[in-house]
C-alpha cells in the first residue's frame, strides 16, 4: 500500500469570499474531453503545456455572428483580426468562413497573401506602415486605412509619384461616453480632424474614398458607444455625399465586442456581464437603417471582431509542478505555465478545471507560474481541488492573444493542435527547440 502524504496541519482564518444563493463559488468539476479528444491523451502525445484549438467552436462563432448581423441587416462582411490570432491554420478557417483578412503591419500583411488572400480582400489597419508597405498594398488594391496626417502625405506623394490609385478610408477617433478614450489612433471627430482629413483625400487627384473606419475600444461593454460610434460615422458619410457627392462603400466599426471571460475585479463572471453579439447588432444596424440612406446607397457594414470569435475556442493544457505553503499559511500550486504562456491572466480570471475527478475537500489556493518572477500569477485566488504533482488542468478561453502575445523567457513556447471537425488532432505550431532559438544569433569571431 502506497504511504499516505503528510502534510503539517494549518490553522487558517476563515474567509468565504463573495457569497451568492448557491454558496461559495468553486471550480471542480472536472474537465476530461476538448470536444471528444481526452486531455490526458492530448498531453501524453504532444506535451505540457500545450494550447488546442477547436475548430468546430470557431466555425460555430463565425457561423452565428454572421447570422445575427445578417439578419438585421443586409450588407454585412467580416474581417478576420490577425493580431488576435495569426496561426495561418486559425486565419484559413475564418477565410473559409468567408471573413476578409484586417491586419496592422506589414509582417501581417504579407501572411494574409501567403494565406491565399486577395489584395482587394485585405483592410490594412495600423499607424506603422511603410512606404514599401503602402506602395504593395496600392498595387494589391487593398484597402488601406489611414491614421494620421504623415501617412496621408506619404500616400498622396506616393501615389503621385508612381501613378497609383489606392483604395483608402480614414480611420475616425471619438468621444463615445468610454473613458479613457481611445485618440492616439486616428483623426479626432470632435474638433474637425476628421472632416479636413476627409476633404485632403476628396482634393486630391488619386486617393479613392472608400470607407470610414472606427475602433472605439477593446473588451467593449456598453452597446451605446457602439451606436454612438455608428452615427458618427454615418454623419462623416453623409456630409461626404451632401458636400462632394460622394458615397462611401462601407463603414467599419472596428472589433472589440468581448469574450464572456471574467476580468479582473469584476463582482460578476464574465458569462452574466457581457452583452450578447445579438445586442451590439441591435446597437450598430438600428443607426444605420434608421438614419436616412436610399436603398442603394446603404453602406456596407465591416466588422473586424477578434477575441468574440476565438477565445471560447481555445484551452491551455498544462501540469501541475509542485504544492506549497506561503508564510501566511495560503496554499500555493506551481503550474509548468505562467505568463510567458498565458498573457491574459494579467487582465482575465481565467476559469481554470482539474482534468480528473478529485475528492470533495477543496481549498482556497494561489496559482503560480515557473518563471524566477514574483508576477508570474495565473491566479491570485481561486478554490480548487487539493491538486498534487503531475495533475494536469484545462484553462478556458484563451484562443485570443495568447498566441500572439507570447513570450520566449526561460521556458520555450509549446505545441499548438488543432482539433477538427472530424475530432483528429493536428499541430499547427510546433514546440519551440533550443536550435530554433539560437539560429538567429551570431557569435563575433574573439569570442569563439
Known sequence: MEKQRYERPVILKMNTGLMNKFGTKTENEPVTHIESVPVKSLLSEYGSPLFVISEKQIRRNMQNAKRIFKTRYPKVRFAWSYKTNY???????????GSWAEVVSGFEYQKALGNGVPGEKIIFNGPDKTDEDLIAAAKNNSLIHIDHYDELYSLIRLSEEL????????????????????D???????????????????????????????????????????????????????????????????????????????????????TDT????????????DVVLTYGFRQEEMPTLVLESGRALIDDAGYLLGTVLATKRLSDGRRATVLDFGLNSLFTSLWYEHKISPAKQHGS???????????????????????????????????HKVGAYNMTQWMQFITMRPNIVLIDKDNNTHIIRKAETLEYIEQLEQIPDHLK
Request: negative net charge; glycine residues 8%.
Open 87 to 97: 496561426m495561418n491554420a486559425v486565419c484559413r478557417i475564418f477565410h473559409q468562413e
Open 163 to 182: 501613378d497609383l490609385h489606392p483604395r483608402v478610408a480614414i480611420r475616425v477617433n471619438m468621444d463615445t461616453g468610454i473613458y479613457p478614450k481611445w
Open 184 to 270: 492616439r489612433f486616428g483623426f479626432n471627430f470632435e474638433n474637425g480632424q476628421a472632416w479636413n482629413a476627409l476633404t485632403r483625400i476628396l482634393n486630391s487627384k488619386n486617393l479613392d474614398l472608400v470607407g470610414l473606419h472606427c475602433h472605439i475600444g477593446t473588451f467593449m461593454l456598453s452597446t451605446n458607444a457602439y451606436a454612438t460610434a455608428t452615427r458618427n460615422l454615418c454623419e462623416l458619410a453623409w456630409a461626404a455625399k451632401e458636400r462632394y457627392n460622394k458615397m462611401v462603400e462601407y463603414i467599419d466599426l472596428g472589433g472589440g465586442f468581448p469574450s464572456t471571460n471574467t476580468l479582473k475585479g469584476a463582482y460578476l463572471p464574465g
Open 274 to 285: 457581457v452583452p450578447s453579439i445579438d445586442q451590439f447588432a441591435d446597437a450598430i444596424t
Open 361 to 395: 475537500q477543496t481549498e482556497e489556493m494561489v496559482l503560480f507560474g515557473p518563471l524566477c518572477m514574483n508576477i508570474d500569477v495565473v491566479r491570485e485566488s481561486v478554490v480548487l481541488p487539493l491538486l498534487e504533482k503531475g495533475d494536469q488542468l484545462v484553462v
